[in-house]
T-cell receptor
Framework: ETGVTQSPTHLIKTRGQQVTLRCSSQSGHNTVSWYQQALGQGPQFIFQYYREEENGRGNFPPRFSGLQFPNYSSELNVNALELDDSALYLC????????????FGPGTRLTVT | QKEVEQNSGPLSVPEGAIASLNCTYSDRGSQSFFWYRQYSGKSPELIMFIYSNGDKEDGRFTAQLNKASQYVSLLIRDSQPSDSATYLCAVMADNNDMRFGAGTRLTVKP
């Protein structure tokens, strides 16, 4: 186990709704990254947070937003859900923003109908 | 153009054989390279990382990096059925943007 937890495990939402996914990083890790993984694909980088500030962003629209809190927890918020947002959402923590040695949580499976 | 390319497989090897997994990347500025293992229905698990040209060994795993050829590989010696999984190659650029390949599915047959 990596010590990274995510909630909920599964979620079903309707197109147009908003969703918040949560992650608790490994203790001492000040950096969290969020990824979207579609079936049969590798994870796609959404964004990274370092010490509560966004530290990099992939090719995702602004309706994907995040927060990181001082207690090693973080959130991914997605507004105006689309069918294509159905995927496994993974958070990964690392001890520093320059470290690519990331430890993944178990993921949240989001289904948009 | 995909930035990190892997053969999707499936790659099938007999138990005890060497499994060779390959990855190429397009961003010459990439500095860090990683191999993750992902079992079906699970999240990726970091198994190897390499930053410098050459080989890096860790138990039955050897990562090889050739920056001039923009090529990174993973060798698994004495493959076991428990090694059956999808192996993801990941490359990190200067801006900390981690790019993953689509993964190679490996099956080790007893």
């Amino acid at each position: 186990e990596t010590g990274v937890t995510q909630s909920p495990t599964h979620l079903i939402k309707t197109r147009g709704q908003q969703v918040t996914l949560r992650c608790s990083s490994q203790s001492g890790h000040n950096t969290v990254s969020w990824y979207q993984q579609a079936l049969g694909q590798g994870p796609q980088f959404i964004f990274q947070y370092y010490r509560e500030e966004e530290n990099g962003r992939g090719n995702f629209p602004p309706r994907f937003s995040g927060l990181q809190f001082p207690n090693y927890s973080s959130e991914l918020n997605v507004n105006a859900l689309e069918l294509d947002d159905s995927a496994l959402y993974l958070c990964a923590s690392s001890y520093d923003r320059d470290s690519g040695e990331q430890y993944f949580g178990p993921g949240t499976r989001l289904t948009v109908t | 153009q995909k930035e990190v390319e892997q053969n999707s497989g499936p790659l099938s090897v007999p138990e005890g054989a060497i499994a060779s997994l390959n990855c190429t990347y397009s961003d010459r500025g990439s500095q860090s390279f990683f191999w993750y293992r992902q079992y079906s229905g699970k999240s990726p698990e970091l198994i190897m990382f390499i930053y410098s040209n050459g080989d890096k060994e860790d138990g039955r795993f050897t990562a090889q990096l050739n920056k001039a050829s923009q090529y990174v590989s993973l060798l698994i010696r004495d493959s076991q059925p428990s090694d059956s999984a999808t192996y993801l190659c990941a490359v990190m650029a200067d801006n900390n943007d981690m790019r993953f390949g689509a993964g190679t599915r490996l099956t080790v047959k007893p």
